[in-house]
């Protein structure tokens, strides 16, 4: 059963244009994350926040800013598009600890044309 | 920096075979070892986890973890149409907290 719910599932931009994508988690955690799973199906941790707070950003471009209003919502802006954002972009959460389950939304897919 | 391989990239099985995953890992200081399943448009959801040397098993998965090898795999007997997912091994710990670090997946189709 779903409790991490993403919005939109799909998105379709053009180069140069801002998205943003939406997440919310209803299992009471305090750490969430995002990633991206390229056309491989690689999955790369993107951002990491813990109770509002960024804990690591994992080498992402500038152009990549989450934003958390409180621990459940952790919503991704991408500023200017580019065509290798295309991608589905995964959001999950979890205690924040290294022992406890990571769970995953169904992911935003973007595709820039 | 974490480098997280899986083998095989894909894999066809009939149904009722056994069939065997493996993820290598390279930081040492890992310490938890996870495999999540990925069906086709779905969220990842974690299947199995192991946290010390050994084996476990829960139903028709079994999990081996070596970690002087820097090895674990995923073991399903008996394996079923249903089955049919992307597998994905994980690791956490260590320098990456809490964070997982995955492999690039195995596609498995079961066929029947």
């Known amino acids: 059963e779903t409790a991490v719910f993403q919005t939109p599932n799909y998105h379709v931009t053009q180069v140069g244009n801002e998205v943003s994508f939406n997440c919310k988690q209803t299992?009471?955690?305090?750490?969430m994350y995002w990633y991206k799973q390229d056309s491989k199906k690689l999955l790369k941790i993107m951002f990491s926040?813990?109770?509002?707070?960024?804990?690591v950003n994992e080498t992402v471009p500038r152009r990549f800013s989450p934003q958390s209003s409180d621990k459940a919502h952790l919503n991704l802006r991408i500023k200017s598009v580019e065509p290798e954002d295309s991608a589905v972009y995964l959001c999950?959460?979890?205690?924040?600890?290294?022992?406890?389950?990571?769970?995953f939304g169904k992911g935003t897919r973007l595709t820039v044309v | 920096q974490q480098n997280v391989q899986q083998s095989p990239e894909s894999l066809i099985v009939p149904e009722g075979a056994r069939t065997s995953l493996n993820c290598t890992f390279s930081?040492?200081?890992?310490?938890y070892f996870w495999w999540y399943r990925q069906h086709s448009g779905k969220a990842p959801k974690a299947l199995m986890?192991?946290?010390?040397?050994g084996e476990k098993e829960e139903g028709r998965f079994t999990i081996h973890l070596n970690k002087a090898s820097l090895h674990f795999s995923l073991h399903i007997r008996d394996s079923q149409p249903s089955d049919s997912a992307l597998y994905l091994c994980?690791?956490?710990?260590?320098?990456?907290?809490?964070?997982?670090?995955f492999g690039a997946g195995t596609q498995l189709i079961v066929i029947p």
């Open positions: 999950a959460s979890s205690y924040g600890n290294a022992n406890t389950e990571v769970f």
């Open positions: 299992l009471g955690h305090d750490t």
């Open positions: 926040y813990n109770n509002k707070q960024l804990i």
């Open positions: 930081d040492s200081a890992s310490q």
């Open positions: 986890s192991i946290f010390s040397n």
């Open positions: 994980a690791v956490s710990g260590g320098s990456a907290l809490g964070r997982l670090h």
